[in-house]
C-alpha cells in the first residue's frame, strides 16, 4: 500500500491562513451573507490539498498553480471584513499625498522630462507587476 503524499508547504501555509481566519471572522461583525464564507473556504481548501496531494503527474501540476489563485483568494477575503460604509478617507489622503509630491514637489515634471521613455517604463514596471505570480510559478 502506497504510503500518502505530503502536502507541500505552500499549502499547509495557506491552509493555516485560512484557518486562521475563519477563527478570528467570529470577532468581526461580518454581512450576513457571507457571514459563513470563511468557514466555508477553511473547510475547503484542506479537502481540494488532501484530494490531490496523492495525484499523479497532472495533479501535481495543478498543485502547482493552485496556491496562486488561493492568493487571490485570501485577498478577496479581506473584502468580506471591510464596513459596509466606506468613507475613503485612506484614498483621499494618498490622492492629496500623490497630488504634493507629484505636482508641489515637481516630481511628475522631472519623470516627464526625457519624454515617453521614462513614464513608459514605470509603466511597464506596474503592468508586470500582475505577471510575477503566474511567471514564477512557470519558470518553477
Given amino acids: 500500500m502506497k504510503a500518502p503524499a505530503a502536502l507541500r508547504s505552500s499549502e499547509w501555509l495557506l491552509i493555516g491562513y485560512f484557518v486562521y481566519v475563519a477563527l478570528i471572522a467570529r470577532a468581526f461583525p461580518l454581512a450576513p451573507d457571507v457571514a459563513w464564507l470563511p468557514l466555508t473556504v477553511a473547510l475547503l481548501v484542506p479537502a481540494l490539498f488532501f484530494v490531490l496531494a496523492p495525484g499523479g503527474e497532472v495533479f501535481s501540476i495543478a498543485r502547482d498553480w493552485i496556491p496562486l489563485g488561493l492568493t487571490l483568494l485570501a485577498y478577496r477575503e479581506m473584502d468580506w471584513f ?15 499625498w500623490d497630488r504634493s509630491v507629484l505636482y508641489g514637489a515637481g516630481l511628475q515634471r522631472g519623470i516627464e522630462s526625457l519624454g515617453a521613455l521614462l513614464p513608459g517604463y514605470l509603466e511597464l514596471c506596474y503592468l508586470l507587476v500582475y505577471a510575477v505570480g503566474p511567471f514564477a510559478v512557470a519558470v518553477v
Avoid: F, V
Avoid at 471591510?82 to 489622503?93: G, I, N
Fill in 82 to 96: 471591510s464596513p459596509a460604509a466606506k468613507d475613503h478617507h485612506l484614498e483621499l489622503q494618498w490622492i492629496d
